[in-house]
């Protein structure tokens, strides 16, 4: 290391400036030599640090040897890369110009100036030690070098540094002046040992301080993949950690995804078709490179394009250094996002295990650096960790892929079994409610049938009674007949519901008069009605409508709801029949309507009123629960609709019932 030149210091203030040339080396005193090693002893023990120290020395021995110039050198030891350097110049030639290397060595020794060695047995170790000591610490001098006395300093038995006395014109050394010299070399080797000593220690609290460091970098690895932060997250700040502790000026996490997966077991001689992506990425801010520009860079590249990474591909297991990467010759295939040009010192390692190249960690400089062996074995850790953080983090997405798809399979399975469950229990109802329907259509037909069987069976043994008279005779014969009528009407009814249901026939269609049609229907109930105290009221157009129907099935649909109006109607209440023509959507339709006035039926009611063998609830009038059913076929026969609504009367407990059938006029096939 090189020192500043500088003027006297305090220990040689005693020898004022008059005396300093009277002073007589040739004289062999003892109290000079005490008196300059007492001095010497003194700048040791009061020195603040080792560079203040040998340039006081120096200083010391360059004024009472009155030289031009005075050189300590420090012989390097196994702890410190450089020695330590320490000149002084007289006064007269502080003045001169100073600036970096002014003369080359050969210009420093040139015309052969004569080296001297004052020590009585010169080495052979000692003639290279004494040279490289000229070398390192004379080639700042304003001036070339004419006469030189040296000595190797000796401390525990080895060399320590060199004392060098140099005159910048010829100059031919006194025995006395060499013997002054052997006798402070000791002090000037523990002087030298401090040094030495001091840099010991400098260097192993720097070791400590980066021990220190590295460990705690190590525990914080260890927090970092213990955790529960995202894996993008953790990655950033491990990159910034590892590249901070390091003192490095970039680095790089960047991970590898095949195209083809299977290439992971294969040989790395050869180099598959990956895409390599930077996962995480840490710069400092030096003048050559800013962390903004970062944002710039493509953060994506072709493994096949980028020879640095590809080194490292083929040859995993251990670290790639360049200490210049631009002195390769195939940096044109460097990815860009490296910007090689600017930091061209690379230390690269793979990021493996288990024998696949999962990605790189990247530290770059703008400068040369040496890596120690304990960086790189911090590097390798950084490496174990962040490569078995990514595993850990592929494993956790599969395995979490696995869990999600079995808990979707697991839902649809409960969704399914929820359906089934309530179809299940739809079923179930239905069944019930068809048992119900059952037991209540067997019920009612066993009423219908009972009923007019009985008095079949009574009007039978009546007639069987002797002496019985014509006129008696003929009445129960007449009996007979009409309950035969009724049960043939019965079954002729299960079965036309029945053929509705099953096949799906075209009706027979004619053109018959509406108006003529409902006129003599209506009349034919007036009296039905009358014998119930009711009315009925024939609304119809003024031009007669003509209708394209069948006509036994239209007939059968107006007495069904005739015959509806007339058992559950009001006694003096009217019935009223409507008929209408409208024209929907460009097909003409007949309306419909018989309106009886009795008890409201409910909504529940209504949905289940056209279904067979079902009658509204609490009404106890006879009957089958067949009428509506067969209604609603037969208007599905004809291509019609039916409906019914309930309208409350106001002020009164009774309803105004009103069944609407609608039919198209005519069919497609025969428009006018």
């Not at 419909?592 to 009658?615: C, H, L, P, Q, W």
């Amino acid at each position: 290391m090189k020192k500043p030149l500088s003027s006297p210091p305090q220990y040689v203030d005693d020898i004022d400036q008059p005396q300093r040339h009277k002073v007589k080396l040739m004289q062999h005193q003892e109290a000079p030599v005490r008196q300059l090693i007492q001095k010497i002893n003194q700048i040791i023990v009061n020195s603040s640090t080792t560079a203040l120290m040998l340039q006081d020395i120096a200083q010391l021995l360059g004024v009472v040897f009155q030289v031009d110039c005075c050189c300590l050198v420090s012989v390097t030891g196994e702890t410190s890369d450089e020695a330590t350097t320490t000149n002084w110049c007289a006064d007269e030639y502080l003045g001169l110009p100073h600036q970096e290397e002014m003369f080359s060595m050969e210009q420093l020794l040139m015309h052969s100036p004569v080296v001297q060695c004052a020590a009585e047995t010169l080495t052979i170790e000692d003639i290279p030690i004494i040279q490289n000591s000229l070398i390192i610490g004379c080639k700042y001098l304003p001036l070339p070098i004419k006469a030189v006395l040296a000595i190797p300093t000796q401390f525990g038995g080895n060399n320590n540094g060199v004392i060098s006395l140099i005159k910048f014109q010829r100059y031919d050394w006194s025995e006395s002046e060499k013997q002054l010299l052997k006798e402070v070399e000791s002090s000037c080797a523990i002087a030298f040992s401090r040094v030495a000593q001091a840099q010991l220690i400098a260097y192993q609290q720097q070791s400590l301080e980066k021990s220190n460091q590295y460990q705690n970098l190590i525990k914080q690895l260890t927090i970092l993949n213990r955790s529960n932060w995202e894996q993008n997250q953790m990655l950033q700040l491990i990159i910034a950690s590892t590249a901070e502790s390091l003192q490095a000026d970039r680095g790089l996490l960047i991970q590898l995804k095949y195209t083809d997966p299977r290439f992971r077991t294969q040989g790395k001689k050869q180099i598959p078709k990956a895409k390599a992506t930077v996962i995480g990425q840490w710069a400092r801010e030096i003048q050559s490179f800013r962390t903004s520009e970062l944002n710039s860079l493509d953060q994506s590249f072709w493994l096949s394009d980028c020879g640095l990474c590809q080194r490292a591909f083929i040859d995993p297991g251990k670290a790639v250094i360049f200490d210049d990467y631009t002195d390769q010759n195939d940096t044109f295939t460097v990815a860009p996002l490296f910007e090689i040009e600017k930091l061209p010192a690379v230390l690269l390692m793979p990021l493996e295990s288990q024998g696949q190249i999962l990605g790189f960690l990247v530290l770059q400089q703008s400068v040369t650096r040496s890596w120690q062996p304990a960086e790189l074995n911090l590097v390798e850790m950084v490496c174990a960790q962040v490569s078995k953080a990514i595993i850990q983090s592929q494993t956790l997405r599969q395995v979490q892929t696995l869990v999600d798809d079995r808990t979707a399979k697991l839902q649809s399975s409960l969704k399914i079994e929820q359906k089934l469950r309530e179809t299940l229990k739809q079923q179930f109802a239905e069944m019930r409610k068809l048992s119900e329907l059952k037991d209540e259509f067997l019920s009612n037909m066993s009423d219908r049938l009972r009923y007019p069987l009985t008095n079949m069976r009574m009007s039978i043994r009546n007639l069987r009674l002797p002496g019985i008279a014509p006129e008696r005779q003929g009445k129960y014969l007449d009996i007979l007949e009409q309950e035969c009528t009724k049960e043939i009407n019965l079954i002729n009814d299960l079965l036309t519901l029945q053929k509705l249901e099953s096949l799906h026939q075209a009706p027979q269609l004619e053109t018959i008069n509406l108006n003529t049609k409902i006129q003599d229907i209506a009349a034919s109930f007036e009296t039905k009605l009358a014998e119930r105290g009711l009315k009925i009221s024939v609304c119809l157009p003024e031009d007669s409508l003509e209708l394209q129907t069948e006509p036994e099935s239209f007939d059968r649909i107006l007495q069904e709801l005739l015959t509806n109006a007339c058992k559950y109607s009001e006694h003096d209440t009217i019935v009223h029949l409507q008929a209408s023509h409208r024209v929907d959507q460009l097909i003409d339709q007949v309306i419909m309507k018989v309106t009886n006035t009795g008890r409201a039926i409910s909504e529940e009611e209504a949905t289940y009123i056209f279904d067979k063998f079902r009658r509204g609830k609490g009404r106890w009038t006879p009957g089958t629960g067949l009428g509506l059913a067969l209604v609603k076929s037969l208007v599905q026969h004809l291509d019609g609709a039916i409906a019914v609504e309930s309208l409350q009367i106001s002020d009164s407990q009774q309803s105004e019932i009103c069944f609407t059938l609608t039919l198209p006029q005519f069919s497609n096939e025969s428009k006018p």
